[in-house]
């Protein structure tokens, strides 16, 4: 098992930045890919970025490339999010995952997932 919580959700202006953070517990957090998706009102969920156990491959959504950095810290169980230049249509809820398969981009792929973190980009 292992238990993910995300934090550094909030509201921002368009433009702006924000970081996500999420701390992993239970078993070996290096031992897992992980994944950002994020889910707005009246929308499903959509992958956003994820990284590979080592952290060395990265991977990203085209809507995002460019905008958005994942990374990961596993001496400290942590993945990250770096979100630049935010626009009104990243505003959702934010969830990270831990799963088995490298870069994947579709959510089945993903055995673990944290309870999101709320993104609002004002206009």
């Known amino acids: 098992q292992v238990q993910l919580v995300e934090s550094g959700g909030g509201l921002v202006q368009a433009g702006g930045s924000l970081r996500l953070s999420c701390a992993a517990s239970?078993?070996?957090?290096?031992?897992?890919?992980m994944g950002w998706f994020r889910q707005a009102p009246g929308k499903e969920r959509e992958f956003v970025a994820a990284?590979?156990?080592?952290?060395?491959?990265?991977y990203y959504a085209d809507s995002v490339k460019g905008r958005f950095t994942i990374a990961r810290n596993n001496a400290k169980n942590t993945v990250f999010l770096q979100m630049n230049s935010l626009k009104p249509e990243d505003t959702a809820v934010y969830y990270c995952?831990?799963?088995?398969?490298?870069?994947?981009?579709?959510?089945?792929?993903?055995?673990?997932w944290g309870q999101g973190t709320q993104v609002t980009v004002s206009s």
């Open positions: 995952a831990a799963g088995g398969v490298e870069g994947s981009r579709r959510s089945a792929t993903y055995d673990y």
């Open positions: 239970g078993r070996t957090f290096s031992y897992y890919a």
């Open positions: 990284i590979s156990r080592g952290g060395g491959g990265t």
